[in-house]
């Protein structure tokens, strides 16, 4: 069965530092998705980053990238140059391309940056 | 574009009331989602749907149903509401290969 596994409930990083948030998956499907999104605490999800299973290179988009190493499952999110912005709760989820495109989600990682 | 919309925003409901909570989509997404957000859990998949007229079972299904009768629109219903259903409901739909698109959300107090 899938599962995504987010291990840190919660960070605390100084501002202007690199942030690196964790995400392990379990799948046994060769064919699947992963995303992150962050919910800053006025509660929309937001999307930040994808990276298909079949993807050559790491995914990347703006200060946002995905660290995607496919033998130890995980797929975790760095965030370069944290700014006071980015604190918010951030979700890994996981696509499953063969069964219907169920998407699930880890419990989450709560950061906060500090000034 | 309003993108995608729910209805209501708020709901307080009595043990063993029903309701039905609405998510509609102006985007011509195929694929639609029902999560419920509880504090240290994330969010968890309650039922989806792959297109009009169909829907399959999440994570955590019992004590909902669902009806997707049209391809914008996504009902999620409590037939009889129990307090652990006291939550923040998400509806979410997405294109084929794209990224999900979330509703704000709706808060359900169940007394």
């Known amino acids: 069965a899938q599962k995504i596994t987010q291990t840190q409930p919660g960070m605390f990083v100084q501002e202007k530092e690199a942030v690196t948030l964790d995400c392990t998956y379990d799948?046994?499907?060769?064919?699947?998705?992963l995303f992150w999104y962050k919910q800053p605490s006025s509660g929309e999800m937001i999307f930040l980053i994808y990276?298909?299973?079949?993807?050559?290179q790491n995914a990347t988009e703006g200060r946002y990238s995905l660290n995607f190493q496919k033998a130890r499952k995980s797929a975790n999110l760095v965030i370069s140059a944290s700014q006071l912005g980015d604190s918010a709760m951030y979700f890994c989820?996981?696509?499953?391309?063969?069964?219907?495109?169920?998407?699930?989600f880890g419990k989450g990682t709560r950061l906060h940056i500090l000034p | 574009n309003a993108g995608v919309t729910q209805t209501p925003k708020f709901r307080v409901l009595k043990t063993g009331q029903s309701m039905t909570l609405l998510c509609a989509q102006d985007?011509?997404?195929?694929?639609m989602y029902w999560y419920r957000q509880d504090p240290g859990m994330g969010l968890r998949l309650i039922h989806y749907?792959?297109?009009?007229?169909?829907?399959a079972k999440g994570e955590v299904p019992d004590g909902y149903n669902v009806s997707r009768l049209k391809k914008q629109n996504f009902l999620l219903g409590l037939e009889s509401a129990a307090p652990s259903q006291t939550s923040v409901y998400f509806c979410?739909?997405?294109?084929?290969?794209?990224?999900?698109?979330f509703g704000p959300g709706t808060r359900l107090t169940v007394l």
């Open positions: 799948t046994s499907d060769p064919s699947y998705g």
């Open positions: 985007m011509n997404h195929e694929y």
């Open positions: 989820a996981m696509r499953d391309i063969r069964r219907d495109d169920k998407i699930i």
């Open positions: 990276q298909g299973s079949y993807d050559q």
């Open positions: 979410a739909s997405r294109h084929l290969h794209n990224e999900q698109f």
């Open positions: 749907s792959v297109g009009e007229g169909t829907t």
